[in-house]
């Protein structure tokens, strides 16, 4: 699968730590060879069906220990968020953020549990692409947002009563078509971002494939949050 930033992300592999696996499986078997020999009469270690049975249970004791180790790191005290995946950046809208080529970590449902917040990176599902894409979070519910024209031509949008900028320090300078777009949503919902809404964008100054294209991002098309690798 590929997921853009406009930016398509390759899997690479799954982040399952095989050597703390391998640690906690071998700290079972080492429990368990204790409390066998602790626990066995003499002599009686020659019974073939006690051979037989200390085999199952070390079997089991393995596949409960393997079980757990997935359980902490998938689901935590009911669904929190699943385990996350590995991920190659393959785009250039975030660059300065995540560049091209660079390797992030997609955990997904992540905002099931946990609330989104100003400068959070994620993968955003949208109706025009297939694969995800994965912008930075600008204006979470409850924040100002406003559109302004600069007479030239040029739109520049303020978050909170600030310009929003690149993370080079570059305002947002948006053609009238992706500028219009955004200061009809601010007409709509009053400047503020509504309750399962956000404001999510690339980060080039004149925009990408984000929210100065679609609007306002609904949470619910926000699969997982992303952290660099």
């Not at 406009?6 to 499986?25: G, M, N, V």
């Not at 006690?50 to 757990?68: M, N, P, Q, S």
């Amino acid at each position: 699968m590929t997921l853009f930033a406009q930016q398509f992300l390759l899997p690479s592999l799954e982040t399952l730590d095989t050597r703390q696996l391998s640690l906690e499986i071998q700290l079972a078997t080492f429990l368990l060879a204790q409390q066998t020999v602790t626990a066995i009469p003499v002599g009686f270690a020659q019974n073939n069906n006690f051979v037989r049975h200390k085999y199952f249970y070390l079997f089991f004791v393995i596949a409960v220990g393997f079980g757990f180790f997935l359980a902490q790191h998938s689901y935590w005290s009911g669904p929190v968020y699943s385990a996350g995946t590995l991920y190659t950046v393959r785009g250039n809208s975030l660059s300065g953020i995540i560049d091209n080529g660079e390797e992030i970590i997609i955990y997904w449902g992540y905002y099931d549990k946990y609330p989104i917040e100003r400068g959070d990176v994620v993968a955003y599902q949208h109706a025009g692409n297939k694969a995800p894409i994965i912008k930075k979070v600008y204006a979470t519910p409850g924040d100002d947002f406003a559109i302004v024209d600069d007479d030239d031509g040029q739109y520049r949008l303020l978050i909170n009563g600030e310009l929003a900028r690149t993370s080079l320090g570059e305002p947002y300078r948006f053609n009238e078509k992706r500028g219009g777009l955004l200061a009809q949503y601010e007409k709509d919902y009053g400047g503020v971002v509504p309750d399962g809404a956000v404001i999510i964008l690339g980060n080039l100054s004149n925009g990408t494939m984000d929210s100065s294209m679609f609007g306002l991002a609904s949470m619910k098309n926000i699969l997982g949050k992303a952290v660099t690798y």
